[in-house]
C-alpha cells in the first residue's frame, strides 16, 4: 500500500487545520486600535497552535518520509491523530476567548495529550509494521522527547488546577522542545555507513541513534 | 486518462469536509466545564461523521489505487459522491444541534444512503470500464458489505420513525462494519499467484476474491 | 516550468471552492421538516454552483493535462480564472438565500461570464504558447461550446431584466451543454493514426502534430 | 530531505488563505443591488490580498522550483512566511470593513512587511543552503525588488499616518512591481550557456542575473 495519499490527506488536512483557526479571530468592527486588544489572548493562543500544528506536520513530513510502507491499522492511526487535531482550532478559540482561564487550558493540554498518544500510536505501528532492526526503528529509537511531551502534558493539566498560567507554560515549553524539526530521520544514509549494513544489524540491542 | 488528478481533488474536498465539520463545534463564550455540556451531542455527531468520512477516504483510496484509468463518466461518478459528502458538515450539524431527534437523523441517514449509492454507481462504472474479468473486478467482487450497508440506511431511516436512536445505532454499526479497511484490493499480486495469470481466466464464473 | 504546481494550486482552491459553499447553508435551529424548508433555493443554488465548479474542474483537468508547458502569462490567466471562481460561493448564497431574484441572478451570470472570459484568456494563452498547429490547439479546435456559451451568459443576464427565472433556467441549460467532459483533449493519439506518423512530417504545411 | 511536501503544504495552505477570504463578504439579507454598495471597499481589499497571495504563490513556486533541497531552517522559515500570510484574511476583513481607516491600513501593511522579510528569510536560507555560487543563488540575485518593497512597506506605513490612502496606494504599487512573475529562476540553463560552466565561476563578482 502507498504512502503517497496517506502524505496528501494529511497534508490537507493540517493545510485546513492551521488555515481555519485564523477565523476564529473575529474582525472587530470598529478601526481603533483598542478595538484589537481583546484580540490580544486569541492571537497568543493562535500563534501557540500554528506552532504546535506546524511541528506535527514537520515531524509527520519526516516519518512518513522516512517510512517504506503502510497499512491499514497506520491509516487509522494516523486518522486518529488527525481527529485530536483537528480539535485544536475550538480548543484554541474557547483558550484565547476565555483569556487562559482553568477549563480551557485543561481542555487545550487534554487535546494536546490526546494527539500526542496518537502519535506515538502511529509510531509503534510503523516500528511494528517495518520491525524493530530496520532502518526506520533504528532511526526513531527509544522516541524519548514523545515520552516527556506526554508527561509534561499531564503535568501541565494537573498544574493548571493550581493556576492555568502554568499549565500554558508547560505547553510552551514543550513547544519549544519540540521546535527543532525532528532530525532523527535526515541521515540515514551517512548513519548506515558509520554503523555498517543494514540489514542483519541484530547484534546491535542497544539503538545508538535515538 | 490519468487518476492523478482525481484521486488529488478529491483527497482536497474530503480533507475540507472532514476538517470544516469542526467549525460548527461553537464556541462557548463562558469557560466553566458545564458550559461545553451542550456540545456533547454536537461532537458525538462530529465524532461519527468524522469516521464515516475518514471510512471513505480509505476505501476511495484502496479503490482508486487498484484502478488502472477513469472515464468521463468516472469523473461524474466521483463528483456525485463528493456531492453527497459535501453535504455531511451540514446534516451532522443538523443531527447534533437537535439531539438526535427524529428528522435530523432521517436525514442524515438519507445522506449515507445517497452517498452509498454513488459510491456503488462509481465502483460499478470502474467495474465497466476494467471489464469484468479484470484484476479490478474480481478484487471488488459481488461488494456484498456495499449492498448490505445501503439495506442498512434503508432501515435505520425506517427505524427513526420509531425512534431515532434505533436509526442512529444502525448507522453507527454500519460504520463499524466498514472500519477495518477493505482489504479487497490489498493484495492483487498473491491473489495472482494462487488463482494463476490475470487475463483470459474466463472459466471462473465464480469470483474467488468477493 | 513545469505545469504540476499550477494543476495542484488550482486543484486545491476549487476543491475549497466546492466545498465551502455548503457553509452558506446555515443549519436552522429546530428540527422539524419545515424548518428545512426556507434552505430549498439555497440548496437548489448550491446543486448548480456544484456542477459549474465541477465542469469547470473537469474541463481545467483535460486541458491542463494535454499543455506541454505554461510561462507566467497563463499563469496569471489562471489566476483570473480562480479569482471568479472564488466569487461563487458569494452569489451562490445571495441568489438562493433571495429566491432567485433579479440582481442576484443577473450577478450569478456575470460571475458565471466573467469565468468564461477568463477561461477562454487562459485556453487562447496556451494555444499561443503552444503554436496554432500544436496537438494542443488542433484538440481545442475552434472552442464553439465556450463561445457559445458566452453569448447565453449575456443572453441570461438580459433576460434576468424580464424574469430572473429565465436568466436562472439559461445558466441551467449551459450547464446541461457542459455536463458532458470536454471529450477534445481524450484521444490526440487516434488523431494521429489518422493523420500519418508524428516525427518528420515536414511536407504537410498544414502541421496536424507540431 | 525532499521539498515535495513542503510544497504541497505551502500550496494548501495558500489556497485556503486565498478562497476563505471570501467568506468575509457576508451576504446580503436583502437582493437590491443598494445592499452590495457596502461591501465595496470589502471586495477591493479582497482583490488586492488576491494579488498579493497570488504573487506570493507564484513566486514561491519559482523559488522552490530552483531549489535543490531544504533542510529544517527553511522549513520554519517557510511555516514564518505561512504565519503572517495566514493572517492576510484577518487584515484584509478588517481594512475593508473599516472602509481603508488608518489603523486597519497600517496593520494590513505591517503583516505585508513581515510576510516579505519572512521570505527574505526563506530565500536567505536558501541562498546559505546551495552556496553562494550555485544557480540558484546566482538566479535570485541581489534581490533587488525584495528590498526596494520593505522600503516601501515600511514608507506606506509611515504615510498611512498622514492620510491612510496613501498607505494604501503604495502597497497597490509594490502588488504592480510584483505583478510580472519572477523571471529569474525562470531558465537557468539558457543562462548557463551564455555565462560559462556553473561551478568555480569565482571571478564574476557582479552577478549578472540579478
Redo the contacts between chains.
Keep these: 500500500?502507498?504512502k503517497g495519499?496517506?502524505?496528501?490527506?494529511s497534508?490537507?488536512?493540517?493545510?485546513?487545520?492551521?488555515?481555519?483557526m485564523?477565523?476564529?479571530?473575529k474582525?472587530?468592527?470598529?478601526?481603533?486600535?483598542q478595538s484589537?486588544q481583546p484580540l490580544i489572548p486569541v492571537f497568543i493562543s493562535y500563534?501557540l497552535s500554528?506552532i504546535y500544528i506546524?511541528i506535527y506536520?514537520?515531524n509527520h513530513?519526516?516519518m512518513m518520509?522516512a517510512a517504506q510502507h503502510v497499512n491499514?491499522a497506520i491509516?487509522?492511526a494516523n486518522?486518529l491523530l488527525?481527529?485530536w487535531l483537528?480539535?485544536v482550532?475550538?480548543v484554541t478559540?474557547?483558550m484565547g476567548?476565555?483569556h487562559f482561564?482553568?477549563?480551557?487550558v485543561i481542555?487545550y493540554g487534554m487535546v494536546l495529550l490526546m494527539a500526542a498518544i496518537s502519535y506515538y500510536i502511529l509510531a509503534h505501528n510503523l516500528t511494528s509494521l517495518h520491525g524493530k532492526d530496520s532502518l526506520f526503528s533504528r532511526s526513531l529509537g527509544s522516541d524519548q522527547k514523545g515520552k516527556i511531551s506526554m508527561l509534561f502534558y499531564v503535568a501541565g493539566i494537573g498544574l493548571s488546577f493550581i493556576h492555568p498560567l502554568l499549565g500554558f507554560g508547560i505547553y510552551v515549553l514543550v513547544a519549544g522542545i519540540w521546535?527543532?524539526?525532528d532530525?532523527r530521520f535526515?541521515k540515514p544514509v551517512e548513519m548506515n555507513d558509520v554503523n555498517g549494513p543494514l540489514e542483519g544489524n541484530t547484534q546491535k540491542k542497544s539503538l545508538p541513534h535515538s
Design positions: 500500500m502507498s495519499r496517506l502524505e496528501a490527506f497534508d490537507g488536512v493540517l493545510a485546513i487545520i492551521i488555515t481555519i485564523v477565523l476564529e479571530m474582525v472587530p468592527h470598529t478601526d481603533s486600535l484589537l500563534v500554528f506546524g506536520w514537520n513530513h519526516h518520509h491499514g491509516l487509522w486518522s488527525l481527529f483537528s480539535l482550532p475550538f478559540a474557547w476567548e476565555n482561564s482553568t477549563w480551557p481542555l521546535f527543532k524539526p532530525t535526515e
